[in-house]
């Protein structure tokens, strides 16, 4: 099949589209990539790529990319965000038509974590193309601009509604990652439109294949009950819990709380954890995908938070299948479909998002638990993982929903 993925991120910024990518390659689809210039989480474009220009290169030996000009998001505020979000759309209007000419695609995958704006140049493609246009949606919007606070008004979020409205109005199927996403998507396009797709993860790549992460921080692990949360350190992921969660545990010598990863609330959690003197909070930093399981394999269990807003409720956070897959207990600070489906997996436990003490005791109690209650808590998950998150037969499942959707199209 001839796919064109599109989204204004893609690796090296660390996202599931990138393995996607990569498995629909191995299965011998013929994939090319349109997307913006990385710059995520931490704000500056990385090494090796510019901020202005087009570029190309290819992915995992095969796919090709193409990169169009983006105004970087900065170190935050509303301004340099806003900036980022349109100049993706405009440079893909004025770009993508141009430099994909003479080109033939079966389908338009856009993967759409925030913002719902980056579908906006897949809309003129799908009818250059004459083509199945789909998008993979992450987020919910204007739901989780008014969660995280980022747009207030109740005008503005109206306005915003009527965008995804036109957006889903154009599109001819939406996948949507979490069951719960279903409702809140049929308010603004018809229900025929909607599947339930579930994000997924590769199997882990075994640890002697890459490179060791650092022994200071293998030994961390390795003496502590370690509990490690890996992901974006920012506003969503009610990173104030995890400070004040590590404050209620500071004088228990034996516990690690791990934040691997960066974003728009590191510097602020640097900040606490000098203030309030926490030796037992750890902030390593981001890490390549490739080394993730190095990390998981030493902790004693895995940690997702989330805020306690109705939006995060529907979402089952990308985390959740990597630490499944990682075969590790896990602690969930969150409630809805991420809650649900660590019980239902028998991985672990839920409590209450945005409660300090009862994730401090949900820690100390999953510290007091036998090693073989937890080491079977890991298998549970990784059975469970297998059956509904594995990327290769997910991958397969998408080409068939593609594929179908096209004929049914036709």
Not at 336 to 346: F, K, L, Q, S, T
Request: charged fraction near 20%; include cysteine; hydrophobic fraction near 45%.
């Amino acid at each position: 099949m001839r796919i064109l993925v599109l989204s204004q991120y893609f690796s090296p910024e660390s996202f599931i589209i990138n393995d996607v990518v990569r498995t629909l390659v191995s299965q011998r689809h013929e994939v090319v990539v349109a997307t913006g210039k990385p710059n995520y989480p931490d704000g500056d474009i990385f090494p090796g790529y510019r901020a202005g220009g087009v570029q190309h290169h290819f992915f995992s030996d095969s796919a090709e990319v193409i990169r169009v000009p983006l105004w970087p998001r900065g170190k935050g505020g509303a301004r340099n965000l806003i900036l980022n979000y349109l100049s993706f759309v405009l440079c893909g209007l004025v770009f993508f038509p141009w430099l994909l000419r003479k080109r033939e695609f079966d389908a338009i995958l856009v993967f759409s974590p925030s913002p719902i704006t980056q579908v906006i140049p897949a809309i003129p493609l799908k009818w250059l193309k004459r083509t199945h246009l789909a998008v993979w949606v992450q987020d919910l919007w204007p739901e989780s601009l008014a969660a995280t606070g980022f747009v207030r008004h109740p005008h503005l979020l109206k306005a915003v509604g009527y965008l995804v409205s036109g957006i889903y109005a154009c599109c001819d199927t939406l996948l949507v990652q979490s069951r719960a996403f279903v409702e809140p998507v049929a308010r603004y396009t018809r229900r025929d439109k909607i599947i339930y797709y579930p994000n997924s993860m590769p199997r882990q790549v075994p640890v002697q294949t890459v490179e060791r992460i650092s022994p200071e921080l293998a030994w961390e692990l390795e003496q502590h009950f370690s509990v490690v949360f890996a992901g974006n350190l920012g506003t969503a992921q009610a990173v104030e819990t995890l400070l004040e969660t590590a404050i209620q545990l500071k004088h228990d010598p034996e516990i690690r709380l791990v934040l691997v990863g960066s974003g728009s609330r590191f510097s602020w959690l640097q900040a606490q954890k000098q203030a309030h003197q926490l030796d037992n909070l750890l902030l390593p930093g981001r890490f390549p995908m490739e080394a993730m399981p190095q990390i998981f394999e030493r902790a004693a269990a895995l940690l997702v938070s989330l805020k306690d807003e109705e939006i995060f409720a529907q979402t089952i956070p990308s985390k959740i299948q990597a630490y499944l897959a990682a075969g590790r207990p896990i602690i969930a600070s969150l409630r809805g479909e991420g809650a649900r489906v660590v019980a239902e997996a028998g991985a672990g436990e839920a409590c209450e998002p945005e409660d300090p003490a009862a994730l401090a005791a949900l820690i100390r109690s999953m510290k007091g638990r036998p090693a073989a209650e937890l080491q079977a808590m890991g298998l549970a998950g990784k059975a469970y993982f297998n059956e509904h998150f594995e990327m290769s037969s997910q991958v397969r499942r998408l080409v068939e929903i593609l594929e179908a959707r096209a004929k049914g199209q036709n």
